[in-house]
């Protein structure tokens, strides 16, 4: 066991030393970048759609602005609008619920398995109405829904399925990269992510041809080619510069994740034994560790300690969507879904990223048990 220092902080996340690793390669992209000058949608977009693709395992890739358009312009190229119904998941960021409302649909709530903490198949299947047009399922925290299931119903009532892979870049499902599996796959670069840029990018994978042409056409303001715009649109595009950086880490994420899977084993084994819940791992799949997300009683008093010891913490999620005053109208009220509703009194976001040193791991234990326990 390494020496602790009791007031070392902590930080929640700590990507200085990954950048320092790229500066030389990201600076030498910029210079690059400049002196052809193309900004928007130039070569090394381009060049990212078509690795993003490999590595995906889809046919088609299509960069945008950032993670919520990514929903958006997918629901969009799908066919979601007035009068449908979303089923989708309340354990989960706003964009995931907000942008189904963005297309002028209605969402609607299913709960969420207590293990994974991903949507909840049988509850989806008691909220599918003549109105349901789609299903936005969210891999969260890394972890990949148990897609087998979703799929299923989606066939059997004819639905589209939207993969939200936000936090969940690279994490396999039966052997296949979560966004591969869906009708579309979302995927948000912002810098917190498994893979993320140094400012806002997003990213739409799909199959099919047409989705692909119609998603390439919506983010460019409805352009069929320039001047002449066969619907409306909107400024969806990832600029040169993040593409540059995001070319880079990707070359190098399976490394990234490693390093995550590699802090998730260290402190799973340190809490084995003890009152806190560490994060599951799916049985058919990989988990990613965007987020190392734990379960405790008494939760906020054992953030508090925590934050006391100058250690960094996220609370994700401190309210289901469905109980949010936004969705009010929508008739939910405490207990509508239960599963989640105890979730979000016990669930803990602990710091990780790659490369985070062994003794903060060790501190973060150390003051984490000390609460639970006392």
Request: hydrophobic content about 40%; charged content about 20%; proline content about 5%.
């Amino acid at each position: 066991m390494h020496a602790i220092t009791k007031t070392k902080p902590v930080p929640f996340l700590d990507l200085s030393a990954q950048y320092k690793s790229l500066e030389a390669e990201w600076l030498a992209a910029i210079r690059e970048t400049g002196a052809r000058g193309s900004f928007i949608l130039g070569p090394n977009t381009q060049a990212l759609e078509k690795e993003f693709a490999e590595y995906v395992g889809v046919k088609h890739a299509i960069a945008v602005a950032n993670g919520t358009d990514s929903l958006f312009l997918s629901l969009r190229a799908l066919g979601v609008g007035k009068g449908d119904e979303v089923v989708t998941t309340p354990f989960t960021f706003f964009a995931s619920a907000e942008t189904i409302d963005m297309a002028g649909a209605t969402p609607v709530f299913a709960d969420i398995l207590p293990g994974s903490l991903c949507l909840d198949p049988a509850s989806v299947r008691a909220r599918i109405t003549a109105k349901t047009k789609a299903i936005v399922t969210v891999h969260i925290f890394g972890y990949p829904t148990e897609m087998g299931e979703i799929m299923e119903i989606a066939k059997k009532h004819k639905l589209a399925v939207v993969e939200d892979c936000a936090q969940s870049f690279g994490a396999l499902h039966n052997g296949k990269v979560v966004g591969s599996i869906g009708d579309t796959g979302s995927f948000s670069f912002y810098p917190t992510k498994v893979l993320g840029c140094y400012g806002d990018g997003g990213m739409v994978t799909t199959h099919s041809d047409a989705v692909d042409e119609r998603i390439r056409r919506l983010r460019n303001h409805g352009a069929v080619k320039p001047f002449v715009h066969t619907e409306i649109g909107m400024n969806s595009r990832l600029d040169e510069v993040q593409a540059a950086v995001l070319r880079i880490k990707l070359r190098h994420i399976k490394d990234d994740i490693a390093g995550r899977q590699k802090v998730a084993q260290e402190y799973t084994q340190r809490l084995a034994g003890s009152p806190v819940k560490t994060p599951s791992l799916p049985k058919n799949g990989t988990h990613v560790f965007n987020l190392y997300t734990i379960r405790v009683p008494k939760r906020d008093a054992v953030r508090q300690a925590l934050t006391d010891a100058q250690i960094g913490t996220s609370q994700c999620y401190p309210q289901g969507l469905h109980l949010q005053e936004v969705y009010k109208h929508l008739g939910y009220k405490p207990g509508s879904l239960p599963a989640c509703e105890h979730a979000t009194t016990e669930t803990l976001s602990l710091p990780i990223y790659p490369g985070m040193p062994l003794d903060h791991i060790e501190r973060v234990c150390e003051v984490l048990l000390e609460a639970v326990r006392g």
